[in-house]
């Protein structure tokens, strides 16, 4: 595996991502339970672990033949999320708790111009290069409340308590564990048998992840030890029809954010390097359609459509466009999915006008997309003696191999193709 060269930089003057992944491996494993309390309350929960593992390296070069750096990373992450559902007077009250804690080991390694690795008091052995260690703690504590004060109206209210904890920083400055509260309000009405109008409020604080906080990327990066979270309030209202044969839903939505995260060029060292910052905020008004129709038989088509204003506001009262956002997003999915057999999936994905800053700190424009994708499947069943099934596939994305690129000088990844079987037991 590994990232297309910045082909808009001078290797000259600039750190250019010559990278190759010589190793990653992700393994996971997730347990689903459910059971019934008495007759009116239901318990769920999640648990699940994961591990990740990879090596980075730089190279001096796009003949990626010297090596320069080296990165190898371990992670171990292990989650919950339990909720509990009771039938409370009128309506239905649901209680969540989300927890997880994760681990981040890391070592970089530093090489000579022969491809050598540089010795460290006199000892050229990977052990005499630190060992960092990294950990987060995430937890949100939730309850919603769902009741109907009215035939044809449903309602929804809730919050939650949000917080963060960085026991172990590494080689960066520690940090104060960080709260915060969100707050969450819905509504639907029913017009009638096939139309209905909803709507939905809230404010949800966004905590800044490892990667944004500690992360340097082989010295691409300069940290920012005063990175703050995210305070987002966002509302939407919409319309949905929805009859046997057709399905839809228009959606027009506002969000406003405070501090957004966002990165800037900086010089440092003598060179420049990236660095995320917060903003005064930033601002999206948009309008999403998603539609779906039966056409008979197995085959169906879905539709989605986002039309998206998004702009950056800086403390100076400008504003400019949000990196990497693009204005147009859109899909189009044709599905033959038969009870058994083969099964068949084409898709068109579209990508609209984006930017993304440059060296400068100017934005530039990022080409639109039309990728194509394809998926061929065949299920199967063992009979009713023996309860196995499963499904084998081939999947093709981007099957044109079109030229995508959703940051400046660094393409996305061309045709991929991918086969594999599921088995349900």
């Given at each position: 595996k590994g990232v297309a060269p910045e082909g808009h930089l001078d290797p000259a003057i600039s750190r250019v991502r010559f990278w190759r992944y010589p190793a990653w491996r992700n393994t996971m494993l997730i347990l689903n339970a459910e059971t019934p309390?008495?007759?009116?309350?239901?318990?769920?929960?999640?648990?699940?672990?994961?591990?990740?593992?990879?090596?980075?390296?730089?190279?001096?070069?796009?003949?990626?033949?010297?090596?320069?750096?080296?990165?190898?990373?371990?992670?171990?992450?292990?989650g919950a999320r339990l909720t509990y559902l009771q039938q409370a007077g009128p309506g239905l009250l649901s209680l969540a708790l989300n927890a997880l804690t994760s681990g981040h080991e890391q070592r970089n390694l530093e090489f000579g111009e022969d491809g050598?690795?540089?010795?460290?008091?006199?000892?050229?052995?990977?052990?005499?290069?630190?060992?960092?260690?990294?950990?987060?703690?995430?937890?949100?504590?939730?309850?919603?409340?769902?009741?109907?004060?009215?035939?044809?109206?449903?309602?929804?209210?809730?919050?939650?308590?949000?917080?963060?904890?960085?026991?172990?920083?590494?080689?960066?400055?520690?940090?104060?564990?960080?709260?915060?509260?969100?707050?969450?309000?819905?509504?639907?009405?029913?017009?009638?048998?096939?139309?209905?109008?909803?709507?939905?409020?809230?404010?949800?604080?966004?905590?800044?992840?490892?990667?944004?906080?500690?992360?340097?990327?082989?010295?691409?990066?300069?940290?920012?030890?005063?990175?703050?979270?995210?305070?987002?309030?966002?509302?939407?209202?919409?319309?949905?029809?929805?009859?046997?044969?057709?399905?839809?839903?228009?959606?027009?939505?506002?969000?406003?954010?405070?501090?957004?995260?966002?990165?800037?060029?900086?010089?440092?060292?003598?060179?420049?390097?990236?660095?995320?910052?917060?903003?005064?905020?930033?601002r999206v008004l948009g309008v999403e359609a998603v539609g779906e129709a039966r056409l008979g038989g197995a085959f169906s088509l879905e539709g989605h459509l986002t039309w998206m204003h998004i702009r950056a506001l800086l403390d100076n009262g400008s504003s400019r466009p949000l990196a990497e956002k693009p204005q147009w997003l859109g899909t189009l999915t044709l599905n033959y999915r038969p009870a058994s057999g083969f099964s068949f999936l084409a898709q068109s994905v579209y990508t609209g006008r984006a930017f993304s800053p440059d060296e400068e700190n100017a934005f530039r424009p990022l080409p639109t997309s039309l990728v194509l994708n394809t998926r061929l499947a065949y299920r199967f069943s063992s009979g009713?003696?023996?309860?196995?099934?499963?499904?084998?596939?081939?999947?093709?994305?981007?099957?044109t191999d079109e030229v995508v690129v959703p940051q400046l000088g660094l393409p996305a990844p061309g045709r991929e193709v991918r086969a594999g079987v599921e088995i349900t037991f």
């Amino acid at each position: 595996k590994g990232v297309a060269p910045e082909g808009h930089l001078d290797p000259a003057i600039s750190r250019v991502r010559f990278w190759r992944y010589p190793a990653w491996r992700n393994t996971m494993l997730i347990l689903n339970a459910e059971t019934p309390v008495g007759r009116t309350s239901i318990f769920k929960g999640a648990l699940w672990a994961g591990r990740f593992a990879q090596t980075i390296r730089q190279f001096r070069s796009a003949r990626f033949d010297v090596l320069q750096e080296e990165q190898d990373d371990k992670d171990l992450t292990l989650g919950a999320r339990l909720t509990y559902l009771q039938q409370a007077g009128p309506g239905l009250l649901s209680l969540a708790l989300n927890a997880l804690t994760s681990g981040h080991e890391q070592r970089n390694l530093e090489f000579g111009e022969d491809g050598a690795l540089l010795p460290i008091d006199g000892v050229a052995e990977e052990d005499a290069y630190p060992l960092f260690d990294y950990r987060q703690h995430v937890f949100s504590l939730g309850a919603e409340y769902e009741f109907n004060p009215r035939e044809r109206l449903a309602l929804t209210l809730g919050g939650s308590f949000d917080g963060i904890s960085t026991p172990e920083t590494g080689d960066k400055p520690a940090r104060d564990p960080q709260v915060a509260v969100g707050l969450t309000s819905g509504f639907v009405f029913t017009l009638g048998e096939a139309w209905s109008l909803k709507g939905a409020a809230g404010r949800k604080v966004r905590f800044p992840t490892m990667r944004e906080l500690f992360g340097e990327s082989l010295n691409r990066f300069l940290v920012n030890p005063a990175l703050r979270p995210e305070t987002s309030f966002l509302a939407e209202a919409g319309a949905v029809w929805q009859n046997p044969g057709v399905a839809g839903e228009v959606i027009g939505f506002v969000n406003r954010t405070f501090d957004t995260i966002d990165q800037r060029t900086v010089e440092a060292e003598g060179r420049p390097l990236r660095q995320r910052i917060n903003l005064d905020g930033s601002r999206v008004l948009g309008v999403e359609a998603v539609g779906e129709a039966r056409l008979g038989g197995a085959f169906s088509l879905e539709g989605h459509l986002t039309w998206m204003h998004i702009r950056a506001l800086l403390d100076n009262g400008s504003s400019r466009p949000l990196a990497e956002k693009p204005q147009w997003l859109g899909t189009l999915t044709l599905n033959y999915r038969p009870a058994s057999g083969f099964s068949f999936l084409a898709q068109s994905v579209y990508t609209g006008r984006a930017f993304s800053p440059d060296e400068e700190n100017a934005f530039r424009p990022l080409p639109t997309s039309l990728v194509l994708n394809t998926r061929l499947a065949y299920r199967f069943s063992s009979g009713p003696s023996l309860p196995i099934g499963g499904e084998a596939f081939v999947r093709v994305d981007n099957l044109t191999d079109e030229v995508v690129v959703p940051q400046l000088g660094l393409p996305a990844p061309g045709r991929e193709v991918r086969a594999g079987v599921e088995i349900t037991f």
